[in-house]
């Protein structure tokens, strides 16, 4: 008997099976652009992002530590008060993202199905996971300093600062 079923054709979560992911606490959240097409790479485009990533932290009162709009994905660095559910959070930033990127003259999709989640755990340190997270264009190539990345920064750390 085969160990590891095919699951081609159905959808696998990607959620921690027992886990409640309605617990307050930072989580690290990554999803890709629609195809891992390299959608957003305009200044105009990431400032809107954050404002509306901002906006939708405020309603659902979000702590966001940090966030790297990457050309082909994103990173973002949350934390949710308790009984808030962190897929509710990342559904509803993706789909008023979808229309800033409308809004931007994109067309179609913008984000693929789901997303990745690292529950960070107590003895992680969220100033340097943020500082990290921030760092991912200096990674890639796209910038030498991540303080001069259009795409990145946080709604609770002084980005000179980390």
Known sequence: MDEHPKTFGRRRSLRLKDFDYRLP???HVVFGTYNRQP???AASLL????AELARVATVMST?????CFMPDHAHLLV???GGTDLSRFVQRFKGCSTRV???HGGTGGL???GFYDHVVRAEEDVRGLARYILANPVRRGLVEDFRRYPGGGSLVFPVEEL
């Open 25 to 27: 606490g930072p989580y």
């Open 39 to 41: 959608l957003l790479c």
């Open 47 to 50: 400032d809107a992002l954050a």
């Open 63 to 67: 702590t966001v530590y940090a966030y």
């Open 79 to 81: 934390s949710l008060p």
């Open 101 to 103: 990127f409308w809004q």
């Open 111 to 113: 984000w693929q199905r």
